[in-house]
């Protein structure tokens, strides 16, 4: 079992602004979901955990060993999907995996081609091992970010909005791909997609404004909120008044006319019972004060 115990964890960049608060998570085997918007600070985070931007306070602890000021031996372990993973030299995949293998310590040439062949297998990429990288469409180059990713049997995974801009097929397979690989190792996975967590994740927190604001199981995060949601169609119009009488966390066109969902410990006069879901908990939490 791999463990990652991150503790009161601070990032301020130069000129001041601070994109990590104060964070505390223990992370180990499995999918890790880390769920929030866009200027969450999530990027900001996973470049913290594998070396990239020193904290400003805090500690990382893996597998026990602080690597918060001496990333090193995360590096060693460690496999990396950054979110602008995009500049592709015109070289084929496998030879772009063999030079990323040698720069990631792969030093054995033999193991190094039997790592190579293995991963292209293993992200369905065999057949195009000879093709230029900057042809792949956008789920193979994620596929591809992968395989990078594993060289060298990493023990912690990280992958950065892997699935943006991913088609609805290509998105499925590159989940099925994750939720492979996640057996024995740490995978972390950023996204700001409700239905990537929900169907991948064993653990999650969402994110906001540099902090974590809720953790733990997807189903437990759920049942907290049974019996607290509620729905209703409304006229367009009626729309201001609720937003200052109810806690609206979310509104939705169903067949072109306007739904709202709202989280409250009573039940609101005529409002419908609805059986909590995770997007409730995620936008039922970015709607809360901090
Ligand atoms: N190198 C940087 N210098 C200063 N501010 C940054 C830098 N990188 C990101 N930020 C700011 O930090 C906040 C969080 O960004 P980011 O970590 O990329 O969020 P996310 O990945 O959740 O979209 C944003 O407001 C962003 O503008
Ligand atoms: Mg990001």
């Not at 690989?181 to 991948?200: A, F, K, P």
């Not at 006229?235 to 609720?242: A, F, H, K, P």
């Not at 306007?258 to 709607?287: C, G, R």
Request: glycine share 6%; with cysteine; proline share 4%.
């Amino acid at each position: 079992m791999n463990t990652l115990t991150i503790n009161n964890l601070s990032l301020i960049y130069k000129k001041g602004y601070q994109a990590v608060k104060d964070i505390s998570l223990e992370i180990t085997n499995g999918i890790f979901g880390l769920l929030g918007p866009n200027g969450a600070g999530k990027s900001s985070l996973m470049k913290t955990i594998v070396g990239l931007q020193k904290p400003t306070s805090g500690t990382i602890i893996f597998n026990g060993t602080d690597v918060s000021k001496d990333p090193d031996y995360i590096k060693q372990n460690l496999g990396f999907l950054p979110q602008d993973f995009g500049v592709y030299p015109k070289v084929s995949a496998y030879d772009l995996l063999e030079h990323m293998a040698i720069l990631k310590g792969v030093g054995n040439s033999i193991e190094r081609k039997s790592q190579i062949l293995n991963l292209l297998e293993k992200v369905n990429l065999s057949d195009f091992r000879k093709k230029e990288v900057h042809t792949f469409s956008g789920g193979m180059k994620q596929r591809f970010g992968v395989a990078q990713a594993l060289l060298g049997n990493p023990k912690i995974v990280i992958v950065d909005e892997p699935t943006a801009g991913l088609d609805p097929e290509e998105r499925n397979r590159f989940n099925s791909l994750l939720n492979e690989i996640s057996q024995d190792v740490i995978v972390i996975l950023s996204t700001h997609l409700v239905e990537d967590v929900r169907n991948l994740c064993s653990e999650m927190a969402v994110m906001n404004n540099g902090q974590i604001l809720r953790k733990g199981k997807p189903a437990k995060l759920i049942s907290e909120l049974e019996n607290r949601i509620w729905s209703k169609p409304i006229d367009q119009n009626e729309l201001e008044n609720y937003y200052s009488s109810h806690e609206i966390i979310s509104r939705q066109l169903i067949e072109r006319e306007l739904h709202i969902t709202v989280f409250s410990e009573e039940k609101p006069e005529d409002f419908n019972a609805v059986h909590p879901m995770l997007e409730h908990v995620y936008f039922h939490t970015l709607t809360q004060k901090p």
